[in-house]
């Protein structure tokens, strides 16, 4: 069973969503506090208190620097009565850092409105971290000119959460400024303004894919996508795979759905097990989607149903489509519908069709129409179709004109059909040709005709090689004892193809071209393999060629199937065969079948025969 869902669209979520972690203005420090990062954790728990206590002497001797950063250690360690007194201290002073670090303590409070006093007095002062947590605060009460005054001072110093956040305001808005300050923030290391500046880069490549800047923006997408997933940005990760698999290097992809997946990503897991689903590992595949269908991805739920359903387990497959329909999934009710109907429950499969139709599914739209139509509601299945192809269904836009057809619509058949064909429906294309045909318009159907061809059609091979056949100019006479030199045309190699592929006419037409070059044990190869086929043409073909050979019994076997299959000069032929030999009344029999089937030359020979057999049998 084909289930719906587009990989390749399980990658596009839509509008930026914002981490669920924000990044808010820590402790702004002064002096020389830190940990070596190289230290085991006792050596840094005990620098950190000897420092500690050094900073509370100095601040009790009045250092207005060990004040703001004995604060800001107290702040940091949780210690937010023993930071107060010495921040408001510092700022009293004239702190900066202390203003800023003691409006973060009183926002940690609840204090909002007080801590943004303190932010303002120390973004005034030159503090790009109160710049940015003053903009950040006017903006979650709504006041964007003023918030974004503030940040764009934070960024204008160059910090590089003020600059992500202005960017992210900016891009709320629609200013096409919001990129500068994306990337300002990603090249100084923020992982999420590298993930999003690789979004609006991929974005764009995808809108200007038809010039020559589009491949330039996605290798610039990639490189911060990479840049992101390997700071542990998961979502980075994913659409690094989706790029990775696309180009076929479905080693690396995997490794980064692997990576994001493990870090919690559902739609990574998903495509990870479509990716090891196509190298064949679908026990792995299935260990991926049911983590990610657990998870609620309804793709992945989908992809287990259409699992079990392969497998014969259609109780499971069932329970997975439901599942998915309950993720907000619309392809699991119009999958649900395909399974009803494989199993013959066509009640239940109608009422998936119209839930999956009604909520947009352009497929299970088509799907209801054609099971309307089976149950011969046209006029039921008309508006379905109509709205499937509408949505841009190309099998809808066929079955159109199909319907229109049978109505003997041509205009309105033909409309649907140049439109499916548009859309790269062979059949369609097929059918444009025929009625470009019967119109006179040669170069059109030929167009049509090669497209449907070349994309696998048996009859449009054949009906372009009779096109071809028939403009071909008549073979030049050869000279007595001068040996004729066939080079094969175009118009044989699509009878080939088309014979190659089953088509019983062109396998006909593939021997009488190789019997008129002399060719016997071809042309008997192809007359037999259409004969045995079920082509009357070829078994009479074929009795024509055995008789010629000397074996005129195995041929009258063959005119035989060809009469009983109704052709008139195969039953003309037995009559005859029968004749000479002697057998008056099967001779008669057989004249009295060919004047009953025709042509009216074959019927008038058979009708004289038939009368000179009834003389002589009455004598």
């Known amino acids: 069973m084909n289930v719906m869902g587009d990989k390749a669209t399980l990658f596009e979520t839509g509008r930026f969503v914002r981490a669920s972690d924000p990044e808010e203005s820590g402790p702004e420090e002064t002096g020389s506090y830190g940990r070596d ?26 250092d207005v620097e060990a004040m703001s950063v004995l604060g800001a250690m107290l702040l940091r360690r949780g210690d937010p009565d023993g930071a107060e007194p010495h921040l408001r201290a510092a700022t009293a002073a004239g702190d900066r850092a202390a203003a800023n670090n003691l409006g973060v303590l009183l926002h940690q409070r609840g204090y909002a409105d007080e801590a943004a006093g303190w932010w303002r007095i120390a973004a005034v002062a030159g503090s790009a971290p109160a710049a940015h947590a003053l903009g950040r605060h006017h903006r979650e009460r709504g ?9 764009r001072q934070s960024a204008e ?82 659409h690094l795979g989706a790029i990775l698999e696309r180009r076929g290097d479905l080693q690396e992809a995997g490794r980064w759905y692997l990576t994001s997946a493990k870090d919690g ?49 259609t109780q499971t497959a069932e329970r ?20 009803c109907a494989e199993q013959g429950r066509t009640a239940q499969a109608e009422q998936w069709y119209r839930r999956a139709a009604y ?28 709205k499937a192809a509408e949505a841009g269904s190309v099998d809808a836009a066929f079955n159109l004109g199909i319907l229109y057809a049978g109505r003997e619509l041509e205009p309105e058949a033909l409309r649907w059909y140049e439109r499916a064909a548009a859309a790269g429906h062979t059949e369609a294309a097929l059918q444009v040709g025929i009625a470009r045909l019967r119109a006179g318009d040669e170069g059109e159907a030929e167009r049509h005709l090669r497209w449907a061809a070349g994309s696998g059609s048996a009859e449009a091979a054949y009906r372009l090689a009779a096109l071809l056949d028939a403009r071909r100019p008549p073979a030049p006479a050869h000279e007595l004892g001068e040996p004729a030199v066939h080079e094969k045309t175009e118009c044989e190699e699509w009878y080939e193809r088309a014979a190659s592929q089953g088509h019983r006419r062109a396998q006909v037409r593939v021997g009488m071209l190789a019997a008129a070059r002399g060719d016997v044990v071809e042309a008997a190869r192809w007359y037999r393999t259409a004969a045995e086929a079920g082509s009357r043409n ?51 029999r057989w004249a009295d079948r060919a004047v009953e089937l025709g042509p009216a030359a074959v019927a008038e020979r058979a009708a004289r ?11």
């Open 37 to 62: 990062e190289t230290r085991d954790e006792s050596g840094a728990a005990a620098d950190e208190v000897a420092e500690l206590a050094r900073r509370r002497l100095a601040a009790e001797s009045g």
């Open 143 to 151: 006041d964007e000119p003023a918030a974004e005054y503030w940040l």
């Open 157 to 238: 110093q160059g910090h590089v959460l003020g600059a992500y956040a202005l960017a992210d305001l900016l891009e709320h808005r629609g200013d096409a400024g919001a990129e500068r300050w994306m990337r300002a923030a990603a090249e100084r290391g923020h992982r999420e303004a590298e993930y999003r500046l690789a979004r609006a880069l991929d974005r764009r490549a995808a809108r200007e894919s038809a010039g020559g800047k589009g491949a330039g923006l996605m290798a610039e997408a990639e490189q911060w996508y990479r840049q992101a997933a390997a700071r542990g940005h998961r979502r980075a990760a994913l």
């Open 265 to 313: 990503e559902t739609r990574a897991a998903c495509a990870l097990g479509f990716l090891l689903r196509d190298a064949g590992d679908t026990e792995s595949a299935a260990v991926w989607w049911l983590r990610a269908a657990q998870d609620g991805d309804g793709n992945a739920a989908n992809a287990l149903g259409a699992l079990h359903a392969e497998r014969g387990e």
């Open 320 to 339: 997975w489509y439901r599942a998915a329909m309950d993720a907000g999934d619309v392809n699991g009710a119009y999958n649900l519908g395909l399974l």
């Open 359 to 386: 909520a947009g599914h352009r497929e299970a739209a088509n799907a209801l129409a054609v099971l309307l139509l089976q149950v011969g509601d046209t006029g039921g299945a008309e508006p379905w179709f109509s």
């Open 538 to 588: 070829g078994a009479f073909n074929l009795g024509l060629l055995l008789a010629r050979e000397g074996s005129e019994p195995e041929a009258a076997l063959w005119w035989t199937r060809a009469a009983d299959a109704g052709h008139g000069r195969a039953a003309l032929r037995l009559a005859l065969v029968y004749a000479r030999r002697g057998e008056l009344t099967e001779g008669q």
């Open 609 to 619: 025969l038939r009368d000179a057999l009834r003389e002589e049998l009455s004598a």
